[in-house]
């Protein structure tokens, strides 16, 4: 079973930031947080990931809660190009490479 | 600098055939991971290889299915016989063993039809 809670989908409009969440609160202190999209017809694709302290990279951010059991994907400026299944992860476990994927969030995005 | 590499990227077959996918990872690369992902069932992992070592198997689905990887540049994932279930997008993943922060880097999946 997924080891995260996102929705199911969400919608922005373009050139606005777009927050996503993820609940993740069984999360463990090893584990890493890791976003990854898929757009479509495509492989899934790394976006960002974090353990403790908040990431950004040419991608996207990536805010984690103090408490680690939520963290939040941030795009700062939406695209068309953005519209695409994102998924939050989490490992299956310490010492495994296993990801679960969940069902991810829906992200449309509006001209 | 070319990503992993899946051939072939369409195959319809009939029922009771032998199928064979297969998978080169990004040179360098010693972690790889055959998944497959359905509109039911989502993206799920079936097996990864650790240095060609298949470390976990627990999500190959039944006997029918089997993976091989016989040096670090080449991994096969074989049905046989196939049934119209086992119709999915077979993705292949490769990354490096940088602990729990390692990336994953997928190839363009292999969508396969049981008729």
């Known amino acids: 079973d997924a080891k995260t809670t996102q929705p199911n989908s969400m919608e922005s409009n373009e050139e606005e930031p777009v927050h996503l969440p993820c609940n993740h609160s069984?999360?463990?202190?090893?584990?890493?947080i890791h976003w990854y999209r898929q757009l479509p017809s495509q492989g899934p694709e790394y976006v960002i990931h974090?353990?403790?302290s908040n990431v950004n990279n040419r991608m996207a951010s990536l805010a984690i809660a103090e408490d680690r059991k939520s963290s939040t994907l941030i795009l700062h400026r939406a695209t068309l190009r953005d519209a695409a299944v994102y998924y939050c992860?989490?490992?299956?476990?310490?010492?495994?490479?296993?990801?679960?994927f969940g069902t991810g969030t829906r992200l449309k995005v509006l001209a | 600098d070319a990503g992993v590499i899946q051939s072939p990227r369409h195959e319809v077959t009939e029922m009771g055939q032998e199928v064979t996918l297969r998978c080169k990872p990004i040179?360098?690369?010693?972690?790889l991971f055959w998944y497959r992902q359905t509109m039911m069932r989502g993206l799920e992992l079936l097996i990864y290889?650790?240095?060609?070592?298949?470390?976990?198997d627990s999500g190959m689905p039944e006997d029918r299915f089997s993976a091989k990887m016989p040096n670090a540049s080449f991994s096969t994932l074989k049905i046989q016989p196939s049934e119209p279930r086992d119709s999915a997008v077979y993705f292949c993943?490769?990354?490096?063993?940088?602990?729990?922060?390692?990336?994953?880097?997928f190839g363009p999946g292999t969508r396969l039809t049981v008729l």
């Open positions: 290889f650790n240095n060609n070592v298949p470390i976990d």
């Open positions: 069984t999360i463990s202190g090893t584990d890493y």
């Open positions: 040179s360098g690369h010693n972690s």
């Open positions: 993943a490769s990354s490096l063993p940088t602990g729990g922060g390692a990336k994953q880097f």
């Open positions: 992860i989490l490992r299956d476990g310490w010492g495994t490479y296993k990801y679960i």
């Open positions: 974090g353990l403790t």
